[in-house]
């Protein structure tokens, strides 16, 4: 069964860093492009970020560009969000999400975890 | 940059109605990179339609998704209980803002 398990949100405040988890099981990790999605309070799914399988390739949003860094330990089956700079519009839940194919195409996110809380606030 | 817009913003029906939610691209995007999702307070978003029009794995038949170019639908057939919740479309990594199925 593929699980994505989400961790590290906590309050934090503006200007402050954190670092996201998102452990991953029930299928080739390394294989898959795995992607960070958030949802500010009352708002629809915003796009983050995105990593590919080996990790060589990697992609933000404009609204996190410079702040943000994506990583992955394909030998820990973990993939990671570093957050620098926070702002009080980056408080959210915070998503990973798996592409369903190998390749870095978006066709659709197959599976998701259940997120994280990030609070952003003095 | 692609703007989808989802309407309407939230849709009133009961048990047993059909419901039809649309999604119009602000330019002609490929069905291949369309997907809907359907999104619970508390849950992980779960993928229902991809490719404009093929269900995911699991998805009951009275989800289906039309469409080609700009606009784009998804259809409950029949709603069950279990549906009322936030749906989403995607094209490749831009998000619609979602439609609210509420029971009327």
């Known amino acids: 069964e593929v699980q994505l398990v989400e961790s590290g949100g906590s309050l934090v405040q503006p200007g402050g860093s954190l670092r996201l988890s998102c452990a991953a099981s029930g299928f080739t990790f390394s294989s898959y492009p795995i992607n960070w999605v958030r949802q500010a309070p009352g708002k629809g799914l915003e796009w983050v970020s995105v990593?590919?399988?080996?990790?060589?390739?990697?992609y933000y949003a404009d609204s996190v560009k410079g702040r943000f860094t994506i990583s992955r330990d394909n030998s820990k089956n973990t993939l990671y969000l570093q957050m620098n700079s926070l702002r009080a519009e980056d408080t959210a839940v915070y998503y990973c999400a798996k592409e369903f194919g190998r390749v870095l195409a978006a066709t659709n996110f197959d599976y998701w975890g259940r997120g994280t809380l990030v609070t952003v606030s003095s | 940059e692609i703007v989808l817009t989802q309407s309407p913003g939230t849709l009133s029906l009961s048990p047993g109605e059909r419901a039809t939610l649309s999604c119009r691209a602000s330019q002609s995007v490929s069905s291949s990179y369309l997907a809907w999702y359907q999104h619970k307070p508390g849950q992980a978003p779960r993928v229902l339609i991809y490719g404009a029009s093929s269900r995911a794995a699991g998805i009951p038949d009275r989800f289906s998704g039309s469409g080609s170019g700009t606009d784009f639908t998804l259809t409950i057939s029949r709603l069950e209980p279990e549906d009322f919740a936030v749906y989403y479309c995607?094209?490749?990594?831009?998000f619609g803002q979602g439609t609210k199925l509420e029971i009327k």
């Open positions: 995607q094209q490749y990594r831009t």
């Open positions: 990593i590919s399988g080996s990790g060589g390739s990697t």
